[in-house]
């Protein structure tokens, strides 16, 4: 408890960049069905969740262990189902999937290494790219225009390099 005391306040100073992120997760993905096995996920969604291995799943497919049932034939992995090909998605569980693939890994480094200072607090925080891709498919300034309308108010959930276009005025 006292080290992750610590560790938020120093979230508060800018970090270096001397420490990588973590690109695997530390189990194998495997059967999913074993209690050691531990899954964080997505948690907010109703009725989609999408756990730390890339799996999406509805709620009701989750173990206890926080992991999506990979014997439900409806639980998908890496899926980009509600996805454009900029990396904006309709639905967040999905934007996460589909960030988790090991092909947007370059990607999601190119985006470190470039974020604005404004942002990276948050970005230079997260610790594996799973909490990565929770923090950049979220919505955010940078999916809104005039500050009350979103870019595209459909595809609102980014986890590409850029923002979506503007939409004329």
């Keep these: 408890q ?3 005391t610590v ?3 120093n979230l508060l100073q800018v970090q270096e960049h001397e420490q990588p992120i973590l690109w695997k997760v530390k189990f194998s993905s495997g059967n999913s069905s074993q209690l050691s096995n531990q899954c964080r996920n997505s948690v907010q ?15 009701k497919d989750l173990l206890v262990n926080g992991c999506c049932n990979v014997n439900v034939p409806s639980t998908k992995l890496y899926s980009c189902e ?3 090909p900029n990396g904006c998605c309709s639905i967040y569980e999905y934007c996460v999937s ?11 480094e190119r985006f470190l290494n470039r974020a604005a200072i404004a942002f990276q607090n948050l970005f230079m925080a997260v610790e ?22 979103y870019r595209d108010p459909i595809a609102k959930y980014c986890y ?7 939409l004329p005025v």
Excluded: M, W
């Excluded at 919505?139 to 309308?149: A, K």
């Design 160 to 166: 590409g390099e850029y923002p979506p276009e503007l």
């Design 7 to 9: 560790r938020d306040r």
């Design 98 to 108: 589909c960030c988790l693939q090991p092909s947007k890994q370059h990607l999601l």
């Design 128 to 149: 594996d790219r799973f909490e990565l891709c929770l923090a950049k498919c979220r919505t955010s300034s940078q999916s809104v225009q005039h500050e009350n309308t």
């Design 82 to 84: 509600s996805c454009l």
């Design 2 to 4: 006292e080290e992750r």
């Design 45 to 59: 969604g109703k009725l989609l969740i999408t756990d730390e291995l890339g799996y999406i799943c509805e709620r």
